[in-house]
């Protein structure tokens, strides 16, 4: 097919995979795909990601799970979901007869767990990858301690590629003290990609009652507060490592997005940003196409890791 910069190509490769453009539903923020087909037509992303799936289902935690804050929001889901096996078995079905791709997202309390819930997931017909989630800041067990430490980032991912021959994206988060070296452990472990980044931990309160607002406590931020932060961590991923970088964090518009490829994204994920505006993927792709119009651009991956930045960039070893 031959494109020009006025129908450009928003085609990007990514761990043996074509996604029709780069811009992917995030996970937790898309129910199981179907949840945004009255709003968004499936077919036209690059692929959808589902809720974190665990090997049995979940209650996550008591209401409300959700809060505003300036420039995002806070969630405390708590990995609610309906298991694997119920979700191969009532809602894939239906789902993989859209044309886009679809990821599962896991989890697990052990590296055992994780390998367990891949293990089924790669049985099952129509799943093109699988993202483990070693990145979630609001349960008690495993969740972000795996994806802070190279070494359990390292088992976990162990654990997994020897039972799936699928795709492996590793799904990180900000709290890690050297996110090169969580994401440079996931690769060497047989990750296919990184993508980042998770929400972080954060807390609002509720001045009359001092009581925080969410009913455990602490919550996940997400939404455009984050996304000068996962911009940071996309570009140090994408220098350390040789696998593609999927992007994430606050993104709203086509130009967000496109700052992802520029840090050194192959694709974006777009979350919160549906919340607000159901239609958010579908209108940021048309929003990328015509940027890439407006600016002669033929192909998106002309962006991909354009970045001019200073030869010695000043970036501290700080912990987040
Ligand atoms: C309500 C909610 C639920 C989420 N559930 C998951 C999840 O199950 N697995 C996961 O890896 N990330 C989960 N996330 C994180 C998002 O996929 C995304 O990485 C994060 O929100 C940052 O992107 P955003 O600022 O565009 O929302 C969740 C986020 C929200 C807001």
Not at 7 to 12: A, G, N
Not at 20 to 49: H, K, W
Not at 65 to 91: K, Q
Not at 191 to 213: K, Y
């Amino acid at each position: 097919m031959r494109r020009s910069a006025s129908d450009p190509d928003l085609r990007v490769s990514l761990a043996g995979l074509t996604l029709q453009n780069p811009i992917m539903a995030a996970s937790g923020t898309c129910g199981y795909g179907e949840e945004l087909a009255p709003f968004v037509d499936l077919n036209r992303l690059g692929a959808v990601v589902v809720k974190g799936l665990s090997l049995t289902p979940r209650a996550g935690h008591p209401g409300p799970r959700l809060v505003e804050t300036a420039g995002g929001m806070l969630n405390a889901v708590g990995l609610h979901n309906i298991g694997i096996e119920a979700f191969v078995r009532e809602r894939l079905p239906r789902l993989r007869h859209y044309r886009t791709r679809i990821v599962v997202n896991f989890f697990g309390d052990t590296p055992q767990e994780f390998a367990a819930v891949a293990a089924r997931a790669s049985e099952a017909e129509g799943i093109a990858a699988l993202e483990a989630n070693v990145s979630c800041p609001n349960v008690r067990h495993g969740g972000v301690f795996f994806g802070s430490d190279p070494r359990l980032t390292y088992e976990v991912v162990t654990a997994v590629r020897r039972v799936t021959p699928l795709p492996l994206l590793v799904k990180l988060g900000p709290h890690a003290a050297d996110i090169t070296a969580v994401a440079r452990a996931a690769e060497e472990a047989g990750a296919d990609a990184i993508s980042l980044t998770n929400t972080l931990l954060g807390l609002a309160i509720d001045l009359e009652t001092r009581r925080p607002r969410l009913p455990l406590g602490f919550g996940g931020l997400s939404g455009p507060a984050i996304k000068p932060l996962a911009l940071r961590l996309v570009w140090q991923v994408a220098q350390a490592v040789r696998i593609p970088v999927i992007g994430g964090g606050g993104i709203l518009t086509g130009e967000d997005a496109l700052e992802f490829l520029v840090a050194g994204a192959t694709a974006c994920q777009v979350g919160t940003a549906s919340f607000a505006d159901p239609t958010a993927c579908q209108r940021i792709i048309d929003e990328m196409r015509r940027y890439l119009r407006r600016h002669r651009i033929a192909k998106v991956t002309e962006l991909c890791g354009t970045l001019r930045m200073p030869a010695a960039p000043c970036l501290p070893p700080l912990p987040v």
